[in-house]
């Protein structure tokens, strides 16, 4: 009987030793699931009509525990807004972006950009309330700058190869080219229903995939071209 106490004892010891990497696990999965229904809601209400509530209902937790996480609903929205530009960026981290390689390499990217853009609408919805508060909040996050860097140092490697490798003519600031980049994958999701309704083009996954091929061609066209070259004379 007393080795079947010794053996209950260390038994209880063992279950509770593991507990709190489950109590972390469960705390993990709590924040993901707030932040995803944050996204959700103040990317389709806007800050203004985004309601915590709702955000707890989504959650599948109660109000308190929001605050408990977060903070108030400022708070919950910059929490928001840094896990849209942390989540495309984890992606982008993922991509097998390969500097030997440059003009693969950026249209790899390209078709991330659009597919992201197109998965996750939330993404493009959230920057356009941010971009109408006047960028305020991202402002304010104390490591916008470093979740950014990872993508830029690496676009700059795959970029300074192409130059070294004959293939890019031309040398461009890697954080403009990406704004230059993202800017042809933005504009058909953001505003694919006035597209579709004005010039009644077939916006779908086809259309979309079409369009993501011919901006990599574009971009690698115009990196291809030397900066001093003289456009055509129209005169």
């Not at 490798?165 to 080219?177: K, L, T």
């Not at 309704?197 to 077939?202: C, K, M, Q």
């Amino acid at each position: 009987m007393a080795q079947d106490d010794r053996k209950s004892t260390r038994a209880s010891a063992k279950s509770a030793a593991k507990s709190p990497p489950r109590r972390r696990r469960d705390a993990e999965q709590t924040r993901e699931d707030i932040l995803q229904a944050a996204l959700e809601e103040f990317s389709t209400m806007g800050h203004s009509g985004a309601r915590v509530d709702r955000i707890a209902a989504r959650a599948g937790i109660s109000k308190p525990m929001i605050y408990d996480y977060f903070g108030d609903k400022d708070a919950i929205y910059a929490a928001a807004l840094r896990e849209a530009y942390v989540q495309i960026r984890r992606g982008e981290a993922d991509l097998a972006l390969d500097p030997d390689n440059p003009r693969a390499a950026v249209r790899e990217l390209v078709r991330f950009t659009m597919d992201h853009f197109r998965a996750k609408p939330w993404f493009i919805r959230m920057l356009n309330s941010e971009n109408l508060l006047g960028g305020e909040t991202v402002a304010r996050l104390h490591d916008a700058s470093e979740i950014q860097s990872i993508l830029v140092t690496r676009l700059s490697e795959v970029l300074e190869q192409g130059v070294r490798q004959g293939v890019f003519a031309r040398r461009v600031d890697p954080a403009e080219f990406y704004v230059f980049m993202a800017s042809l994958c933005y504009f058909p999701i953001s505003n694919m229903h006035t597209l579709r309704a004005v010039f009644r083009l077939p916006i779908d996954d086809t259309w979309l995939d079409r369009r993501a091929e011919d901006a990599a061609d574009m971009l690698l066209a115009y990196l291809s071209q030397a900066e001093d070259t003289a456009p055509p004379n129209e005169g």
